[in-house]
């Protein structure tokens, strides 16, 4: 297929996406684009096909049936709900893993998720949202074009979540990557995302691009009037 | 006893109000020098049953005959000696045997082909006593050195295997996703997740190797040999020495509690990162 001639820099390109698992489409033709640098949460009830077709950018779909056209850019990045630290790696060693000569780029972003002086530390002995921070520094050390994100502060309480969005707002502004979020979290995606898309049985259903005036705050009408629209896409009426 | 040492749920009595507190599941806190605490009292019990007679020395020797033959023993060199044959027989066959394992359990634990062709074998050299396999090892390799050490190697070899296996094939699916998003390399893999993630099985699977070394070591000097703690054993036996015979248990039994505490230390070390009952 020849790629249109706007979308020739999108960091993702999805056409027709399909995935089943056991003949029930989980996936049923998904098309999605995401611009570098664009900002994407992605919304949908449990079982909608979120978490697969984030697995599908990612590559961690080996072995699942189905069809569809997929471009994503060379460096991918992934934080998961759980921060998969290796217990047994220091946290400088878990954030430069797999790199070689990194240590000071690995240094330097401890240091910008707030972790400076923590580098000999075992993961073990921090606290949830000090893991999850260490799983953004080491996801951003790879300086990603794309960064996938499958519900990565929905292990976390409430305070600790509200500043891991400062924080990812933060490190995006910086650092620029095209953005994957997935979450179930209605406020979580209108607070941090530039488009939200709502994925129902495998299909996108919505999609609303959130052009509130920062700091987005709930109490705000247009937020209120988003979030309402959106909770009606997923099925909740109030 | 007391009250508060009672198993169960105590009742204290703090300013007036009932406190309950609740059972503690865990085992507690280390008690200083606990692991030594069962040998002194065997030793105990040993000394007061020779003071009184109520162990016949013909059958066993006192504790203090003992300390004096491994005196003259030591005195004359013999002890040494054959402590350095019998240590070196024994270090020979655990590296051969520990490299071995790890190996054999890398290729099953990784590749499918590598367990469907080496995982049946070596259960089934599991269910095969090392002593079984004497006779057929003496045929192939004569009595010399190399006998010995294989024997030790194939009592070695087993424990390290299964457990580094089992270590490695419990290792989360979780991370070696997170491998493959990094893009780790095979060898990388291998090196900070396979391995890593396999130790507390192979320091699991050491504990049993190093003791059987020694006990393999009984077995291969006991028959054929001219030198080491067996073959000390053996010729006291032929005289009747019982304090020798001691000397000699007490020896291997020291021995193989000393590797075992080495090896516990290079676990404690090794493992620092995990949170367990243990600490």
């Known amino acids: 297929m020849a790629p249109h001639a706007g979308l020739l820099t999108a960091a993702v390109q999805v056409r027709g996406l399909t995935r089943k698992y056991d003949e029930r ?3 049923d033709g998904v098309d999605l684009d995401i611009a570098p640098g664009e900002f994407v949460a992605l919304l949908g009830k449990s079982g909608s096909g979120k978490s697969t077709l984030l697995r599908a950018l990612a590559g961690l779909d080996a072995g699942v049936a189905g069809s569809g056209e997929l471009v994503v850019p060379a460096n991918v990045s992934v934080v998961f709900q759980d921060s998969r630290l290796l217990p047994w790696a220091r946290v400088l060693e878990n954030v430069v893993l797999g790199l070689t000569g990194a240590d000071e780029r690995g240094r330097k972003s401890l240091e910008e998720v707030g972790l400076a002086g923590r580098e000999k530390a075992w993961p073990n002995e921090l606290s949830g949202g000090e893991q999850q921070r260490v799983a953004l520094a080491r996801s951003l050390v790879r300086e990603p074009e794309l960064l996938l994100a499958d519900e990565p502060f929905g292990a976390l309480d409430a305070l600790t979540r509200l500043k891991m969005h400062v924080l990812l707002r933060k ?3 910086a650092h620029q990557p ?3 979020l997935v979450t179930h979290d209605v406020d979580e995606a209108i607070v941090l995302a530039d488009r939200v898309i709502v994925l129902d049985e495998g299909r996108i259903v919505a999609e609303e691009h959130v052009e509130l005036a920062a ?3 709930p109490a705000d009408p247009g937020f209120a ?9 997923l099925g909740v009426s109030l | 006893m007391s009250a508060t040492t009672l198993p169960g749920i105590r009742r204290e009595q703090v300013a007036g109000t009932p406190v309950v507190r609740r059972r503690r599941l865990g085992p507690g806190k280390p008690i200083k020098f606990g692991t030594a605490l069962g040998p002194v009292l065997l030793l105990v019990i040993w000394s007061i049953g020779s003071a009184t ?7 066993l020797s006192a504790p203090w005959t003992v300390v004096t033959t491994a005196g003259e023993l030591i005195a004359d060199g013999r002890l040494q000696s054959n402590l350095w044959t019998s240590t070196q027989r024994a270090l020979l066959g655990l590296a051969f045997g520990i490299v071995l394992g790890v190996v054999l359990a890398l290729l099953s634990g990784l590749s499918r082909i590598g367990e469907a062709v080496l995982d049946g074998p070596i259960q089934i050299k599991r269910a095969i006593p090392s002593l079984a396999l004497l006779p057929l090892l003496i045929l192939w390799l004569g009595i010399g050195e190399s006998m010995k050490v294989i024997t030790i190697l194939l009592g070695v070899f087993v424990p390290i295997y ?3 296996h089992n270590g490695l094939r419990t290792i989360d699916a979780r991370y070696v996703e997170l491998a493959q998003t990094v893009g780790l390399s095979r060898w990388d893999f291998i090196r900070r997740v396979v391995l890593p993630g396999a130790l507390p099985g ?3 699977g050491l504990r049993f190797a190093v003791t059987g070394a020694w006990l393999s070591l009984v077995v291969v000097e006991q028959i054929n040999a001219t030198s080491g703690i067996g073959y000390m054993m053996e010729l006291a036996r032929t005289y009747g020495q019982t304090d020798i015979i001691i000397v000699g248990l007490v020896l291997y039994g020291v021995l193989g509690l000393l590797s075992d505490g080495f090896v516990r230390l290079i676990q404690r070390r090794a493992l620092s990162w995990r949170r367990t009952l243990d600490s």
């Not at chain 1, 009037?225 to 896409?233: C, P």
């Not at chain 2, 007679?53 to 059958?59: A, E, F, L, S, T």
């Open chain 1, 25 to 27: 489409a989980v996936l």
């Open chain 1, 171 to 173: 490190l995006c502004a």
């Open chain 1, 178 to 180: 095209a953005v994957l």
């Open chain 1, 215 to 217: 700091p987005r705050s």
């Open chain 1, 225 to 233: 009037k988003m979030r309402s629209t959106l909770l009606e896409a």
């Open chain 2, 53 to 59: 007679g109520w162990i016949d020395q013909r059958v």
């Open chain 2, 162 to 164: 299964i457990h580094t």
């Open chain 2, 202 to 204: 192979f320091l699991l």
